[in-house]
């Protein structure tokens, strides 16, 4: 890789964006590619493929070889309650190769001793979110059943291009909080980015078994694999 090439590579990455490093293999020319770049229709279905999966791949374009380098910031789950479900899912995310921040302005639920080694952030999801910047590699779940707590968090999930946003509660509180968000101006196929109630029907009862059946669904949207 060339100097300018790599320093350029580098300073991108600091900044958590997605990026591809294009090779050309016949000529040794480089370009970093930055995703929503404007490139030809066959072009730019592989690399949305290459960005979406993490997949670096050698191509052929116009009869020339091409690879193309993935350099996809972490995956992101942003959890939004230090309830009890919140410490299985924290676990199966980590495992899973996610970068997990738990989110709960209240204070007593915040333990370090609960979420070792985790981001803990004890602020308005709102203001949090604002903070964190979720992205197109993020996945937001809100876990406390309080509408002071999840909705806000749910409004700035739903403003933003997170691959997943899910809710825990029953059939019955997944319709009060479609209710409250059609009264806050959302309209109904932007509601139905919310999963709810959370987590893949796998007849989950215990705390572990929901946060498998939420880290589940989460993995089957980032992989594109939900229906």
Do not use: C
């Amino acid at each position: 890789m060339k100097p300018d090439t790599l320093r350029a590579l580098n300073a991108v990455r600091r900044d958590q964006t997605p990026i591809i490093l294009a090779t050309w293999l016949d000529t040794g020319e480089e370009q970093l590619i930055a995703l929503g770049d404007d490139y030809s229709p066959d072009l730019a279905g592989q690399l949305d493929e290459a960005f979406t999966s993490d997949r670096s791949a050698k191509l052929e374009v116009e009869g020339r070889p091409l690879f193309l380098h993935v350099f996809n910031p972490p995956l992101r789950l942003l959890v939004v309650g230090a309830v009890h479900v919140a410490e299985p899912l924290a676990r199966l995310a980590r495992t899973t190769g996610y970068a997990i921040t738990i989110i709960d302005p209240r204070r007593a639920y915040t333990d370090k001793e609960r979420f070792p080694g985790l981001t803990l952030i004890d602020a308005w999801p709102d203001d949090a979110m604002a903070e964190l910047r979720p992205d197109h590699r993020t996945a937001v779940v809100t876990l406390t059943h309080d509408p002071k707590i999840d909705d806000p968090a749910l409004h700035f999930a739903l403003s933003s291009p997170v691959f997943y946003i899910g809710s825990l509660g029953s059939k019955r509180t997944h319709a009060k909080r479609i209710e409250r968000l059609k009264e806050d101006g959302f309209d109904d196929d932007t509601i139905a980015r919310i999963k709810g109630p959370v987590g893949l029907d796998i007849g989950a009862k215990t705390a572990a078994e929901i946060a498998l059946s939420v880290m589940a669904e989460v993995v089957a949207a980032q992989r594109g694999k939900l229906a």
